[in-house]
């Protein structure tokens, strides 16, 4: 019996392989594009051409479409994988036995990267509020050899002297290159990631908001376009505006497909409810009523839409004509859904708009492209209103404009920001689910970026995070936020039990060492050092979680664990996955160890082939690793694996 080892190179230990999942796409569709040659697979562009018609495949630069100076490395970066991975941070966490929502601390593009085999497909929504490129927002050059090392230099973590957080210049920002080079990947990235009727929502101003059009219609397609939302963010000011006072911005809107978005309703607004106020015999199915006009002074000549409602021996006309068809006029006097009165000598006919339809599900409203407020000195209040003081967010997104797109969607669904800035959006989720007794979910990602106490606007932000004794980071801010609006929350709310907690984890390198021989140094040496090739102070945890990462559970699975001959040993999912992570592994502890396992397994009775991983220099010598996993697989647990 032998026990497979997870290596730096097994598909295992690195993230989704995007170029292998595209290829095997197309492989289905069309078997006879993919060839085999001395460098690997590969498309056959001959036989592309052939299957689609020679014109319709092109390389040219004369093309429809929005092209910039490196938009094929922003590209290629997308289908990278990360050889990161995320580390948790109980510690730094709320109720993190129970709680469903995520904070991951790191670059979200390599965040995205990971979260690609763990959520693909399982977004509902996603709202972002990107830089918007004005001269004064954070530039970050991802690094396409090695963006873990990039990462970790620029937030301080290694000596090297790095790249550093700068802000892009007005002069740079015309070219709008480096904007769009860090925007590619990470909207392609987060594509994945949503259901096939998730939308993403991305808050931007008039500085880029014709690029991102473009942008979104090259990732996600023109005909999965949805809306631009114009919202009104300000009631006043532009004193040192020097042509128009901006008192708009935009968030545009797309689908992963269209297709399977269906109808949009948002819930009625409180003020609109009020107008339901008459009651007939259909009141306990359908709830009350308003009425509304039937005749329209629509400009369309409609003439099947004119014809007589006979009542009382009296034929009513419309001026213009009736919004709906004779026959569904008839309908609705049959089943008395029209309200027929005579008002100054004239007759008017209207028609019974229930609050609820005919399953007895309230009606919604649809949502309108322009939005009046709520505005950003809402968003700066509301933070106040924490305790927060100056955080150093200049006028972040109010609450009700985010909750305002949590009901595009359901009310279990889960949400992604991957740049969280202040916390708005995990905010927003758990006030509306203590609103509506939801049970959505967020992920939220956020780079740490050092707050400089020199610049005045970041001083009094610096300043809190040392009486917090937390880093000075941007992070640091959108977690603290995110425990006081929970509070605030629970205080408004006392009979509302739902999830207020937050799992934090942090980008960091894979726990696995990658063999990176060193000229330098003897073979024998480094052969010595990479007996144990799981990296120096990273725990049981660590690795378990860059497990979950890698076979694609999600981070908040539930994980049971009990002490069997010594060891601890965890059972993820049910038992789908088991695994023992110590340090030693004796010959003298094989037996009682791959007994306690089986008997558990057994108990646990998981619904699927389970899996079982331990750590490879763990094992006191090859006797004990082939016996161990003799004694699993003869329990019928052949998948056993080491790292």
């Known amino acids: 019996m032998s026990m497979e080892t997870i290596t730096p190179e097994s598909p295992e230990a690195q993230s989704a392989n995007l170029i292998a999942k595209n290829i095997e796409a197309l492989r289905k569709l069309f078997p006879e594009l993919i060839t085999e040659g001395p460098e690997g697979v590969s498309v056959n562009v001959d036989v592309l051409k052939q299957l689609v018609g020679d014109r319709t495949v092109t390389d040219c630069d004369e093309k429809y479409g929005l092209n910039w100076f490196g938009k094929r490395r922003a590209r290629q970066l997308a289908l990278t994988p990360s050889t990161g991975t995320l580390r948790p941070c109980p510690e730094e966490s709320e109720n993190w036995d129970t709680t469903q929502n995520l904070f991951i601390e790191g670059d ?40 873990i090392k990039n990462y970790k230099k620029l937030t301080g973590q290694v000596d090297e002297e790095g790249s550093p957080l700068t802000t892009n210049t007005e002069a740079s920002g015309r070219f709008h290159t480096d904007w769009l080079n860090m925007m590619y990947p990470r909207l392609k990235l987060a594509r994945n990631l949503l259901q096939e009727d998730g939308l993403v929502f991305i808050s931007i101003d008039d500085v880029e908001a014709a690029r991102l059009r473009l942008l979104l219609d090259d990732i996600f397609g023109d005909d999965n376009f949805i809306a631009v939302l114009i919202w009104k963010k300000s009631y006043g000011g532009g004193a040192k505006a020097k042509h128009v006072v901006g008192l708009h911005e935009y968030i545009i809107v797309y689908a992963r497909d269209k297709e399977k978005v269906g109808f949009i309703e948002l819930p009625h607004d409180p003020a609109v409810i009020k107008y339901y106020k008459y009651k007939d015999e259909k009141f306990e199915q359908r ?7 039937l005749a329209t002074t629509s400009m369309d000549d409609r003439p099947n839409l004119r014809f007589p409602i006979l009542w009382e021996g009296v034929e009513i006309w419309p001026e213009k004509q009736w919004q709906w068809s004779r026959d569904r006029v008839e309908k609705a006097l049959a089943e008395n859904e029209l309200v027929i009165t005579k008002r100054s000598g004239k007759w008017v006919v209207d028609y019974k708009q229930y609050l609820k339809d005919k399953d007895g599900k309230e009606r919604g409203a649809k949502p309108f492209s322009l939005l009046e407020g709520p505005y950003t000195q809402i968003g700066t209040k509301e933070i106040r209103d924490l305790e927060m003081g100056n955080s150093g967010f200049t006028f972040p997104k109010p609450l009700n404009l985010i909750m305002t797109f949590l009901n595009y969607g359901k009310p279990d669904d889960t949400i992604l920001d991957f740049f969280a800035g202040s916390g708005t959006t995990g905010h927003a989720v758990m006030a509306q689910n203590a609103k509506d007794g939801g049970n959505r979910r967020y992920i939220l990602a ?5 707050l400089d106490p020199e610049k005045k606007e970041q001083k009094t932000a610096a300043e809190f995070c040392d009486k917090l004794g937390k880093p000075r980071t941007i992070a640091e801010l959108t977690k603290e936020r995110l425990r006081r609006a929970a509070r605030k929350i ?9 999830d207020t907690g937050f799992r934090v984890f942090k980008l960091d390198s894979s726990n696995i060492k990658a063999w990176n021989p060193h000229p330098e140094e003897d073979v024998e040496t480094q052969l010595e050092a990479f007996v144990d ?13 860059e497990l979950l990462l890698k076979l694609g559970l999600d981070l908040c699975v539930p994980i049971e664990q009990r002490e069997i001959a010594g060891k601890t040993v965890y059972a993820i999912g049910g038992g789908v996955l088991m695994a023992c992570l110590a340090g030693t592994i004796t010959t003298d502890e094989v037996e009682a160890l791959g007994q306690g396992i089986v008997e558990w397994h057994k108990a646990l009775a998981p619904a699927g082939d389970t899996t079982c991983v331990f ?9 004990a690793k082939t016996t161990l996993a003799a004694i699993l697989e003869q329990a019928g647990i052949p998948n056993v694996r080491s790292l």
């Open 490 to 498: 629970k205080e408004e709310h006392p009979d509302w039990n739902g």
């Open 615 to 623: 750590r490879d220099s763990a094992f006191e010598n090859d006797v």
């Open 108 to 147: 979200n593009l390599e965040v995205l990267k990971l979260l690609q085999k763990s959520y693909a497909g399982k977004v509902k929504l996603i709202y972002i509020d990107p830089p918007y490129n004005t001269g004064k927002d954070f530039v970050y050059k991802d690094d396409y050899r090695d963006n």
């Open 533 to 545: 090739h799981i990296e120096e102070g990273r725990t049981e945890a660590d690795l378990l979680y």
């Open 287 to 293: 709830g009350p009523y308003r009425t509304q006009p």
């Open 446 to 450: 956020q780079l740490p970026e050092p």
